[in-house]
C-alpha cells in the first residue's frame, strides 16, 4: 500500500512558477509509476504528467509540455511537479498518484493510490 501526501500549492499570477511535492511511503513507490493529474472547476480529473519508477521515462500532457517538469526521488521517497510560465488555466487540484505498474500512462485507471490533493490557483 501506499500513501501519498501532496504540498507546495498557491495562488501565483500568470506566468510565475510553483513547484509541486508529494512525499509517498510504502515499499511500492520504489516499482511503480508515478503521476501528476488535475481537476479544474467543472471538469474532470486530466492526465498532466508520469514518470517510470527509475526517473528516466516522463510522459507530459500537450498542454503542459514544455512548461512543467515531473521529476522523483527514489532515495526520499518524493515525486515533484515544477510548473513554470503558468496560465490560468493552470488553476486546479493537482493530484499525486502511484501506478499499478512501472508503464508510463495517462489512463486515471491504471493508477491506484491517490493523495488528497493540493491546490493551484493562477491568476491573470
Known amino acids: 500500500q501506499v500513501q501519498l501526501e501532496e504540498s507546495g500549492g498557491g495562488s501565483v499570477q500568470a506566468g510565475g512558477s510553483l513547484r509541486l511535492s508529494c512525499a509517498a511511503s510504502?515499499?511500492?513507490?520504489?516499482?511503480?509509476?508515478m503521476g501528476w493529474f488535475r481537476r479544474a472547476p467543472g471538469k474532470e480529473r486530466e492526465f498532466v504528467a508520469a514518470?517510470?519508477?527509475?526517473?528516466?521515462?516522463?510522459l507530459y500532457a500537450d498542454s503542459v509540455k514544455g512548461r512543467f517538469t515531473i521529476s522523483r526521488n527514489n532515495a526520499k521517497y518524493t515525486l515533484a511537479l515544477q510548473m513554470n510560465s503558468l496560465e490560468p488555466e493552470d488553476t486546479a487540484v493537482y493530484y499525486c498518484?502511484?501506478?499499478?505498474?512501472?508503464?508510463?500512462?495517462?489512463?486515471?485507471?491504471?493508477?491506484?493510490?491517490w493523495g488528497q490533493g493540493t491546490q493551484v490557483t493562477v491568476s491573470s
Open positions: 498518484a502511484s501506478s499499478s505498474s512501472d508503464r508510463l500512462g495517462d489512463d486515471i485507471r491504471t493508477y491506484n493510490y
Open positions: 514518470i517510470a519508477w527509475r526517473g528516466i521515462r516522463t
Open positions: 510504502g515499499h511500492e513507490f520504489r516499482n511503480s509509476a
